[in-house]
């Protein structure tokens, strides 16, 4: 009886490949031209501007991270990560733009408190988290995606821890210069 059971299950797993299946994701792949976004937005250094989209940030590096929710522990340590770099990120030519579910008050508000000082655009239906492979409703998934002048997506991150996040992107970023 155990022969009988190696015997099928063996056939079974090589036709299903488990580690395939488990690391499978939406997201777009390096080398895919970065999905196209318009959402309304929050930076403090450009009070006047609302609405922001991909085309905004053509000839410059850009660093899109997704994040779940404005104030969290994850994603408050994540956030402050790219703010202290973020003149290092300008000195390679990059932008960093943050996307929540939040909306424009609650991005305004972590600005201000946390002292985040790129843009934080506002995605609540999670349609732009969708296209990236990032939407786990009703929050935006932890990821990262880095995106060439041409807005091509260079390198991605998928379901990242937020310690340390920022330099890890910020290092690839200094390998792709």
Same mark, same amino acid.
């Given at each position: 009886m155990r022969n009988l059971v190696v015997s099928l299950l063996i056939p079974f797993i090589l036709l299903f490949n488990f580690n395939s299946a488990i690391a499978f994701d939406f997201a777009? =792949?390096?080398?895919?031209?970065? $999905?196209i976004f318009k959402l309304e937005g929050f930076n403090k250094n450009i009070k006047s501007k609302k609405i922001w =989209?991909?085309?905004?940030?053509?000839?410059? +590096?850009l660093v899109i991270y997704f994040y779940p929710k404005d104030f969290t522990a994850g994603c408050t340590l =994540? #956030?402050?990560?790219? @703010?202290?770099?973020k003149n290092d990120f300008s000195k390679y030519n990059a932008e960093i733009v943050g996307i929540s #579910?939040?909306?424009?008050?609650?991005?305004? @508000?972590?600005?201000s408190e946390k002292s985040i000082n790129y843009t934080l655009l506002s995605d $609540? =239906?999670?349609i732009i988290s969708d296209q990236y492979g990032s939407w786990i409703p009703p929050f935006s998934d932890r990821n990262t995606f880095l995106? @060439? $002048?041409?807005?091509?997506? @260079?390198?991605? +991150?998928?379901s990242v821890l937020p310690i340390n996040h920022a330099k890890e992107v910020?290092?690839?970023l200094k390998k792709k210069i």
């Open positions: 777009p =792949e390096v080398g895919d031209t970065a $999905p =989209e991909l085309m905004d940030f053509q000839g410059k +590096w =994540e #956030a402050k990560g790219f @703010s202290e770099l #579910a939040d909306n424009q008050d609650s991005h305004e @508000s972590f600005c $609540p =239906e999670g995106i @060439s $002048p041409e807005g091509i997506i @260079s390198y991605r +991150w998928i910020l290092n690839v």
